[in-house]
């Protein structure tokens, strides 16, 4: 622990002309005492601290001094450090914070300007305070092989009280979930963090089971034969470029003004092929077709009461 943090410290001090120790005692969560003996530890070592004292003071480095910028090509150290702004517009996470000061300390200018070529924000539009707050404590319990206890609820409001051993946090399209081994259902499941409610950190540990994350094990379920519906779908012209967006150009065939996709069903399904209304028509299966028309007419049945 005190060797990352001398690393680390040393990096900040690279990047930076001058940081007061209060601030560094902050960030590490350690005394300025023991801030102070840090110092003396680098000097020993021959890294050339300066510690100045006065309102104007500050622990500083001498000029020119640097480190060897070999490990890592430029490409490496801006791939590395957009994966990891990505990954801290969802959760807090000092560690990740120190490395992507580490990189920037020594990083020249093109690749300090090169991060700045794409940004992937993860976190959902609005406030999202709540929602950082949820991915840090699962990466925690994740992290310490804690189990947690929340109450779930499904699409049509059904509350249980779930256990779970949590392996992995999945961003799956638009949508985050959490992968783990449900104590209720005595199997690995998905679990959709917007359904989450009362998330606890629970006293008891578990063994992290044997999992090929890079199988996407929670595609597995979701993928299968009896699962996936052939779609043919019309649609208006004038929305072609939301078609595009939603289905995926590769399935659109421009011409005739059709989708053909192989995908999954469930309520979801339904619902998304609701929410462009009147701009497609099914026209394969035929069963999914009358699925939707019922819908529809509810939905419309439903207004009709309102009305009257």
């Keep these: 622990m005190k060797l990352e943090r001398l690393l680390t410290m040393t990096m900040i001090l690279i990047n930076r002309k001058k940081v007061k120790a209060q601030e560094l005692a902050e960030l590490f969560n350690v005394s300025i005492r023991t801030i102070y003996r840090d110092i003396e530890t680098l000097s020993c070592a021959g890294v050339p601290v300066i510690s100045q004292q006065g309102v104007n003071g500050g622990i500083s480095l001498i000029d020119g001094y640097r480190v060897d910028r070999q490990v890592l090509t430029k490409d490496e150290l801006t791939s590395l450090s957009i994966a990891i702004k990505s990954a801290l517009t969802t959760y807090e996470d000092s560690h990740a914070e120190a490395v992507l000061e580490k990189i920037t300390s020594i990083a020249d200018d093109h690749v300090k300007q090169s991060m700045d070529h794409l940004f992937v924000d993860l976190s959902p539009w609005g406030p999202n305070a709540l929602f950082k707050e949820l991915i840090t404590t699962l990466k925690t319990a994740i992290e310490n092989n804690r189990c947690i206890s929340f109450h779930y609820s499904t699409a049509y409001g059904e509350q249980t009280s779930r256990i779970v051993e949590p392996h992995t946090i999945v961003q799956k399209g638009?949508?985050?979930?959490?992968?783990?081994?449900?104590?209720?259902?005595?199997?690995?499941?998905?679990?959709?963090?917007?359904?989450?409610?009362?998330?606890?950190?629970?006293?008891?540990?578990?063994?992290?089971?044997?999992?090929?994350?890079?199988?996407?094990?929670?595609?597995?379920?979701?993928?299968?034969?009896?699962?996936?519906?052939?779609?043919?779908?019309?649609?208006?012209?004038?929305?072609?470029?939301?078609?595009?967006?939603?289905?995926?150009?590769?399935?659109?065939?421009?011409?005739?003004?059709?989708?053909?996709?192989?995908?999954?069903?469930?309520?979801?399904?339904?619902?998304?092929?609701?929410?462009f209304g009147h701009r497609i028509k099914i026209m394969e299966p035929l069963y999914i077709r009358d699925i939707i028309q019922k819908r529809a007419l509810e939905i419309v049945q439903l207004y009709k009461n309102l009305n009257n």
């Design 174 to 275: 638009k949508i985050w979930y959490l992968y783990g081994y449900c104590t209720l259902r005595k199997d690995f499941r998905l679990f959709k963090l917007a359904r989450m409610k009362h998330l606890l950190q629970a006293d008891s540990t578990f063994e992290r089971k044997e999992v090929n994350l890079s199988e996407l094990p929670w595609g597995k379920e979701w993928h299968r034969p009896q699962n996936v519906v052939d779609l043919v779908i019309s649609f208006d012209k004038d929305i072609t470029t939301l078609v595009e967006e939603s289905f995926g150009a590769e399935h659109i065939d421009h011409e005739q003004s059709m989708i053909h996709i192989s995908i999954p069903e469930d309520e979801w399904l339904y619902g998304f092929l609701l929410s």
